[in-house]
């Protein structure tokens, strides 16, 4: 829940005695479980963190289009944000389509994001994601899509504002690939698929 317990901000919520550069976008103030910051500067006798702190730490979105929806958990705690259409979407069956969401994002440094499916609309429909996970480097600003694939039996309807993927932010290792003679030795060494199967299965 967003908190409005500290002095120095308007009845609207966003902190005044800032110029507009340093005022937080609007849709800071719907994100749920994430408090805005309420000032970047020490304000009103409370310390909050600085803008460039508080920027470094989150998924910046830009709307390309006034129709797109941000990116939002449904609980604070979620692991990924929810991602909507912001137009309607039709899918035969086997068919698959590159929806565009009319926003572009900055991940946080060091970070990469992850489209991937909802379980929801899996379990529902047979609705997936062609490259799941589909991958959002730092580096790219461009309009974020979805590979959708309907992989059921029947032709899914998606209305405006629907949910249909999910975006992760996760840590990525970013350093250089090194040529060796050898790599050090591991208990598994080169065993690979099905060198843990239990022997259970068999084809039928």
Avoid: K
Avoid at 10 to 18: K, M, N, S
Avoid at 97 to 102: A, I, P, S, Y
């Amino acid at each position: 829940m967003r908190s409005r317990a500290h002095s120095g901000r308007t009845a609207a919520g966003r902190p005044d005695g800032l110029p507009a550069s340093r005022q937080p976008p609007d849709w800071w103030l719907e994100l749920p479980g994430v408090c805005h910051p309420s000032c970047y500067l020490p304000h009103g006798g409370t310390h909050v963190l600085e803008a460039s702190r508080m920027t470094s730490q989150a998924l910046l979105v830009r709307r390309l289009r006034p129709d797109a929806h941000i990116p939002r958990r449904t609980y604070a705690t979620d692991a990924a944000f929810d991602l909507s259409t912001p137009s309607q979407v039709v899918l035969a069956p086997l068919e698959r389509q590159h929806v565009r969401l009319g926003i572009a994002v900055a991940v946080p440094a060091g970070h990469a994001g992850l489209i991937v499916p909802r379980s929801g609309l899996a379990q529902r429909y047979g609705l997936s994601v062609v490259n799941s996970p589909g991958l959002i480097d730092e580096g790219y600003r461009g309009e974020l899509g979805v590979l959708l694939l309907n992989l059921g039996q029947e032709t899914v309807l998606l209305e405006p504002g629907e949910r249909i993927a999910q975006l992760a932010i996760v840590p990525i290792f970013i350093g250089p690939v090194l040529q060796v003679d050898d790599l050090t030795s591991t208990t598994r060494g080169t065993r690979g698929f099905g060198s843990t199967d239990d022997g259970i299965s068999r084809p039928i």
